[in-house]
């Protein structure tokens, strides 16, 4: 299964379904416990098989982009979303029988959250196909200046990153926007699509079904994702008084003003979601180690393969198995030269038999070193729990797919990073811890409010509060609200901003990198408590440790067989989400914000 779009491109069922309601011997009176053991068996099989060629189909149009690979991919993915809305309709019959075991009631609970297209074929097709083409749109995506200057995302994303001039900044802002703008209407039809499907399969809209798989009220939900914002917030906005003080003084107060909100393209990243690229415009005190990670990669010639190497190496460390033989032959690691791909790192086991890959197009940096470790996070989460049947794989909820591998990358502390050789020495005072916390919160703490703002707007998109006129306008407000920043040039309803963040063209749901930052904090504890460590949680590396390693193995191996709370509770010991763990890391950095920012107008 590929992990990054699991509702629209990937999932699937039977080879031809059984007409509804029709079946040769009809049973008579409600169903018994067997009859449900027979369909979830068949329907393991059918989703499974349909699955692995709308995977197939998926990867072939993912790493070749043409129209030809478009159609058999929105075809492949039609056809195994038939088998998959059959299925849930199916599943709704079943829904109090007696005596029925735990781990099959936990299926039919899995596939009636897992999602369902319109009944109708035709709607069906045009919502694959929509959806192939919207994100393949995002994958070829280009901006020209003009006809022998034309610019990808990755490059772009690297101009981002390094450049400091404000108009540069802005044109290479401003540009990748342009290619969402045709995104609008197929969109806005998409949506309608997605809802027709989720109100046959009995959810109020698409909004309700995405909220639906986490064991608790849609409603019920959101609170806990507005409890949990809650608690970080106040970190945030320390964080970001004190970057805005910094940018003033490279960019002046006339471009980023006291008590307002901070220009989106200022941040170092096309999206303003990660702030880490503008690590050297704030680094507190110069004088200390290098932290300079993509310095070193580059002036040791490291290569993608080193890269992806020192990953796989920290999960065997743990105790866990090396990456199957054919990982290394069927991945794509590098952008091709001569066609179109999608380069939006994503983790798939396309055949559900450990056929593990990544697909990325690496860049030489320490951010895609941190990639790597976050993708390979998936590939073993799929090679621990793809023995399950096929309804019980996946991530205890989707947060906890997402934070395997970045619970990883906190481990990657200064002590293993110069182990590594990528960086000189281990900064051993105040001053030296206080420059690694604030890089580590300018990729972890930064991003808060972005992992919970797209899917505010897309809630309120698919319940129709908020309608196709004002999807622009309510996207900036949104930006604003949470994140604090603002588009540095007027936006209009010509424009849909929304669109050039990959996860909206795709359709992935975004909430899971939300609860990912939070969780992924509560199982590096996990793991540093199972290793014996006792010191500060920003000090702990379980590198090379095999009790964090048995910890995390026997989470990975539940799959999605247990309620999200019971996963938690055996890997934490804790059955709530909780950003205490996440306040505790950056404890002193919070302490030196503070100090920082006396005397300054926080907010905006
Ligand atoms: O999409 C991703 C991963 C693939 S699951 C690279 N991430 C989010 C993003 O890039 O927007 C990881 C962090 C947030
Ligand atoms: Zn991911």
């Known amino acids: 299964m590929k992990i990054s779009s699991l509702l629209m491109l990937a999932a699937a069922c039977v080879s031809a379904p059984a007409a509804p309601g029709k079946t040769e011997a009809a049973p008579k009176g409600p169903p018994t416990a067997d009859e449900v ?102 994958g070829k995506g280009k901006w020209c200046k003009n006809a022998n200057d034309c610019k990808d995302l990755e490059e772009l994303t690297q101009l981002m990153a390094k450049s400091r001039s404000y108009d540069e900044l802005l044109d290479a802002w401003t540009g990748w926007r342009k290619v969402s703008k045709p995104m609008r209407p197929l969109y806005a039809r998409r949506v309608e699509l997605l809802n027709e499907g989720a109100r046959e399969a009995g959810y109020a809209n698409v909004g309700d079904l995405w909220r639906s798989g986490y064991d608790m009220t849609p409603a019920q939900f959101e609170q806990e994702t507005d409890r949990l914002w809650q608690q970080v917030k106040p970190l945030y906005g320390d964080l970001h008084c004190y970057v805005r003080a910094q940018l003033q003084k490279t960019y002046g107060k006339d471009k980023v003003p006291d008590g307002a909100p901070i220009p989106a393209h200022l941040l170092g990243n096309m999206w303003a979601q990660e702030w880490n690229n503008i690590y050297p415009l704030v680094e507190p005190y110069k004088q200390t180690t290098s932290l300079d990670v993509d310095g070193a990669l580059k002036g040791q010639n490291w290569d993608w393969k080193r890269m992806v190497k020192t990953g796989e190496g920290f999960y065997v460390s743990l105790g866990l198995d090396p990456l199957p033989a054919t990982f290394w032959e069927r991945s794509m690691f590098l952008k091709p030269k001569d066609r179109d791909v999608v380069c939006h790192a994503s983790a798939w086991d396309v055949m559900n038999d450990n056929d593990l890959r990544i697909k990325m197009c690496i860049k030489i940096t320490g951010e895609d070193l941190q990639t790597i470790h976050h993708e390979l996070g998936h590939n073993y989460y799929q090679h621990y729990h793809y023995k399950l049947p096929y309804l019980l794989q996946g991530g205890a909820n989707d947060g906890f797919h997402e934070a395997i591998g970045d619970s990883i990358v906190l481990s990657m502390t200064p002590g293993y990073l110069k182990q590594l050789g990528l960086i000189q020495n281990i900064p051993n005072d105040e001053h030296g811890l206080i420059d690694v916390q604030l890089k580590d919160a300018l990729t972890r703490v930064s991003f808060l409010p972005f992992g919970l703002l797209i899917d505010k707007w897309r809630w309120a998109v698919f319940s129709g509060a908020i309608k196709p006129a004002d999807y622009n306008r309510t996207w900036w407000e949104l930006r604003t609200k949470y994140q604090g920043v603002a588009a540095p040039v007027s936006r209009s309803e010509d424009d849909f901003d929304p669109g050039a963040k990959f996860h909206v063209a795709a359709n992935v749901p975004y909430m899971r990198y939300f609860l990912a930052r939070i969780l992924q904090f509560q199982f590096h504890r996990a793991m540093c408590q199972a290793a014996g460590f006792r010191g500060p949680l920003h000090e702990c590396s379980v590198y090379g440790n095999k009790a964090a390693g048995d910890r995390l193995r026997a989470m990975l191996a539940l799959g999605r067989s247990k309620p999200w709370p019971d996963a938690l509770q055996a890997m934490t010991g804790q059955r709530d989400m909780d950003g205490s763990a996440l306040l505790e890391y950056f404890a002193p950095l919070q302490k030196w914000l503070k100090e920082q920012n006396q005397g300054q107008k926080c907010g905006w």
Do not use: C
């Open 37 to 138: 053991t027979a369909f979830l068996d068949k329907t393991n099989t059918d989703l499974r098989t349909y699955g692995i060629k709308s995977n197939t189909a998926s990867w072939i149009q993912n790493t070749y982009i043409t129209d030809d690979t478009d159609r058999a991919a929105a075809d492949a993915s039609a056809a195994s979303l038939a088998v998959s809305t059959e299925a849930v309709k199916q599943a709704a019959k079943y829904k109090d029988v007696p005596g029925l075991d735990a781990d099959h009631a936990r299926m039919l609970d899995n596939l009636r959250t897992r999602g369902a297209g319109p009944s109708d074929p035709a709607h069906r097709i045009e919502l694959t196909t929509l959806s192939t083409k919207l994100s393949s749109m995002y």
